[in-house]
């Protein structure tokens, strides 16, 4: 199979699972402003948020057997592929959808548009499209670049799926040609060289998402924040009072509400819920024969600790870039441009520069890995720490801590509630979500992880490829629940300590 | 109000340094040199690339090293790129080896890093004790505990005819549909040795012609043979081409399956050893010595032959000593495809396969 091949099956496999990705994410970001109630709003958000966190490996381990029935049909494996990971990229739209900046014109103006516009002429068709890329098409078109850019560059799920039924390829990659090339190929460079063309596709998806962006005039839909033209985001002053024709969906009178929760629902099951099941009940048997294999704590030590670096410098360069003054958006390219390429470049890019003689003092070391992981995640930290300034209000997060000074003890406490509320809590959930995506990454953790130094997944990664086995199932269940422990406890004593 | 926030964000940052650092400490790797013992080995752990199944040598390598008290930092490959990542990795590393002893599950590999001067020669009692056929004569490499290519059946496929023979089952690849027949993609690991022999048995003419057929056919070929066993152990496949460590996984798992050993037309088995060598430039060259003396023993090869991987000892051993399941697999490999001269036919049948899958 050629470079070439691979390129064309991932490109049309992305556009595919970015345009449905995009439609779906636009109805469930619907269902989402139609929610009233708190618990309802929490139940979509973890449904959302499940198959985003639940690590690829884990999904394609638990489905081997249906994998396995699904070779040699190719088309239905390539369905199987493609539909997993349309589930667990929808997240990502209904993301974008919610948390981008909101059309330069509003929706009002756009079927007033509608009503009068005469599409009937050529210039009349150009007019129409240059209205609907600053309408809310442009949303979509964001949500889908980030969709396809995620699509395009996976390698954990392809390697997974992946066969060949004679020369007919299934769930064929251009990822999969370059892991393979790597392999063989005599330097890091030359590996690299033969993937000018995916990161040329990545590269103008990306520069054209962000030309997009730069469309932007009105305000910062969902998070509150207003952008001024080509420039950072600028909090306001007073919490954004919802309204208008999108907040406000007549969702209750039609089919939409219940079809989309149902999608969510079974999205959240497929994706995670069955799976953690399905190897939860093997890890029942496996669990016994665990203590025959205590390595297995060092590995998870090293995947915490990896986890927690990565997550700790991508909340920092994330914050670095949302401090970028007026005129400087380059500058979240530059910081979201590396990881938006995936795993698999990234970390070639990385252990091509590390394996040089300057940088000897940190090849073999965590660096490498750490600092691809962080470049990795910083697109992600951009995205949350700016959708975890919604509802913040700057003069009461001002007067909680003025009131923190206070003689009192009573106000006092109050005051670091009402802190750890507005501005702990949301940091403390963003770094979480962080962590446990760099935990659970396996691309780049297997390209860089330093001798003696190997993080669980990359272990775990290995041995799926014999298939179910009961201990292995232990030890998957083992990996899943130690970032949910870290993150409860971590919680846990943040929120005491904070207020004490 | 700035004042408050520029105290804040620096609160912040020295919680996040200072986390940071913590971590970093925690972090720290064990596979730093050290100082000098009085043997004039680097005091630090023996760092071990090993291309065998994490599965079934960690613990061969923690035996070691509560025997000895050698603290050992291994380095496993992944099924995927099984054997050429790390031999890659080996190469790459020349200038600056991070690697003391390269344990490798397979001989072609070890054959090029010799080739490549990135071997050391290390000739001990292990080394004596091994057969001619499955070490090199100056000492850079040596073979034990083997594994053989098996043809693995789903029994459940016994009812169109499909039994563990190898005869038949050969017979039966050499017209129809193949789509039920699996096999590893050749460029990593043992099928790579396989395509090899194929390379010198039959010249690259036929085995060109007959890859090419075993493709327009609809063989299914998959990322490694751990996978091969799975399809055909869940029935997806009725019979393909594995190893015998593989195939006991699905036997172990109480999975249809049975197995015959592949042979060539003379009869011929493909018996693949696992190698072991010494990196040019250990600093730790002592220890070194010792692992491999402790992986080339009568008892380390009787305990991979106790294994759940059902190693194949290479050198004298009482065989009641064995399982029943090893018994068998020492009968066939009395008769091995001799891989010591495969060097050349090696690089050729992959400079041929590089381009055929990775263009």
Known sequence: MTLEAGIWWALGRAVVVAGLAALIGWAVARLWRAIKTTWARRCLAVALIAPLLTPAALVGYAYGSLWALAVPYPALNEALYSTVLLMRLTPVAVGVWLLAPSPPIDPAAAHARRLSADTSRVRGVASFLSFLIRSRLRTGLLAASAVFLLAFSDLEMANLFHASAGRTTIAYSWTIWVFDNQVLAPTLTHALRSIVVPMAIQMAVLLGAMELLTLTRGEWAGTGFSLREGGAPVAPSEPRVEGGAQSTPRLGRSLALPVTWAYVVVAVLFTSILPLVLVSIDALRGVATLPKHDWYLDLLRNSVMYGVLAAIGALGLAWVALRVRRGRWWVVLLVCAPGLLGSLVLALAVQAVIIQPAFDAVYDTPIGLVAAHTLWLAPVAVLLCWSVRVGRVDTSLHSARLLRKSAAVRPRRAARRLAWAMRGRPIFWVGAVLFVLAYFEAVAATALYPTGGDPMIVRVYSFMHFNQAFYLSAMVVLMMAVPVVIVGVGAWVLRVLWRE | ?359
Request: include cysteine; charge should be negative; glycine fraction near 10%.
């Open chain 2, 1 to 359: 109000m700035h004042a408050t926030m520029t105290l804040f964000n620096l609160r912040a940052s020295a919680c996040v340094c200072g986390l940071a650092l913590f971590c970093a400490l925690l972090t720290g790797c064990d596979n730093g040199g050290g100082g000098t013992s009085s043997s004039g080995d680097d005091d630090g752990p023996l760092v071990v690339y090993c291309a065998h199944d994490a599965v079934f040598s960690e613990k061969v390598l923690r035996d070691f090293e509560d025997e000895t008290g050698i603290e050992v930092v291994p380095r496993f490959d992944t099924e995927a790129s099984k054997s050429l990542g790390l031999v890659q990795l080996i190469m790459r590393e020349r200038d600056r080896p991070r690697c003391d002893v390269f344990w490798n599950n397979e001989q072609l590999g070890m054959m090029q890093l010799q080739r490549e001067g990135l071997l050391q020669p290390y000739k001990g009692e292990g080394f004596a004790r091994m057969p001619d056929a499955y070490k090199d004569p100056d000492g850079y490499w040596c073979g034990f505990a083997a594994r053989l290519r098996v043809w693995i059946v789903n029994t459940k496929a016994a009812d169109k005819g499909i039994e563990a023979d190898a005869a038949a089952l050969w017979q039966r690849t050499q017209a129809g549909d193949l789509s039920r027949v699996a096999i590893a993609k050749p460029l990593f690991g043992t099928t790579r040795t396989h395509y090899t022999v194929f390379w010198d048995a039959w010249g690259a003419g036929k085995l060109k012609a007959w890859h090419g057929d075993w493709r327009d056919r609809g063989v299914t070929e998959v990322n490694g043979n751990g996978v091969v066993m799975n399809l055909v152990a869940r029935g997806s496949c009725d019979y393909g081409l594995t190893d015998t460590d593989d195939f006991y996984v699905a036997l172990d798992r109480k999975d249809p399956v049975a197995m015959a050993p592949f042979r060539l037309a003379d009869g011929r088995v493909i018996c693949i050893p696992n190698t072991v060598g010494i990196i040019n430039g250990t600093k730790r060259l002592e220890k070194a010595k010792r692992l491999v003396e402790y992986l080339l023993s009568r008892k380390n090869e009787k305990n991979l032959a106790w294994s759940p991987s059902r190693q194949i000892p290479l050198g004298p051993i009482d065989v009641k000593e064995l399982p029943q399941d090893v018994k068998d697999l020492y009968e066939w490999s009395k008769n091995p495809y001799p891989l010591s001269g495969l060097g050349d036919a090696a690089d050729d049948c992959l400079d041929w396969l590089t381009p055929e899958y990775a263009r």
